[in-house]
Each structure stands twice: as C-alpha cells, then as structure tokens.
C-alpha cells in the first residue's frame, strides 16, 4: 500500500490544520493507521493512532484533546485534525499503516510509511 500525507503548511500558534492520508495500492480498511512525528533534532514519536474499525482511537498526551484522528475507509483516507496548535507541535507529520494490527504507539508496529508533511505553527 502507498501512503501520501497532504495539509501542511505554517500557522500560527492557536491555528489549526487538517492533515490527509490519501491511501493507493489497496484498501486501507482492515489496516489499524497512526499519525508519527518528527522534529528536528528528535527521533520520530508517536502521535495518534486509530484502529482498523474505526471505533477505538488512541493518542499521546502531548496531543490529547487538541488533535482527533479519523478515517474514511470508503475513501481510503486518514485524516489528522489538529487544534490549538503550539509551537512545539513543529515536525514532519508521517502517516502508518500496520496490517498485524498489534503495533499500537510502537513506531515499529507499522510496515507501511508515506512521506512526511511538514508543519510549522509560529509563536
């Protein structure tokens, strides 16, 4: 499967993007898929995650009440709506996607990766 983030861009701290995950190659639906990030400097971390049904979400507290990630298995996309967004959310924003649907928050539970988007949110 091809993965393909799209959305982002610069904001302004307290601004909010929605990132797409456009998915090519195969239906996504019986994938669980996550959100990944990585600022410069620092090792890829975890961001949000959503189970292959759609029904169980899970996200790192960093994000948590500020972000909701979702999916539209019919059209084969994940999406990743961020709110009040802070400076310190500045990264490369990866879309995953895992087929055992074990791999939870463990970046190495995914098999599938996209190129990253970028987000820059200014103070």
């Known amino acids: 499967v091809q993965l393909q983030a799209s959305g982002g861009g610069l904001v302004q701290a307290g601004g909010c993007l929605r990132l797409?995950?456009?998915?090519?190659?195969?239906?996504?639906?019986?994938?669980?898929m996550g959100w990944f990030r990585q600022a410069p400097g620092k090792e890829r971390e975890f961001v949000a995650a959503?189970?292959?049904?759609?029904?169980?979400?899970y996200y790192a507290d960093s994000v948590k009440g500020r972000f909701t990630i979702s999916r539209d298995n019919p059209k084969n996309t994940l999406y990743l709506q961020m709110n009040s967004l802070k400076p310190e959310d500045t990264a490369f924003y990866y879309c995953?996607?895992?087929?055992?649907?074990?791999?939870?928050?463990?970046?190495?539970?995914?098999?599938?990766w996209g190129p990253g988007t970028q987000v820059t949110v200014s103070s």
């Open positions: 995953a996607a895992d087929s055992s649907r074990g791999g939870g928050t463990r970046e190495g539970g995914y098999d599938y």
């Open positions: 959503i189970k292959w049904l759609g029904v169980s979400t």
């Open positions: 797409s995950c456009a998915a090519s190659g195969r239906t996504i639906s019986a994938y669980d």
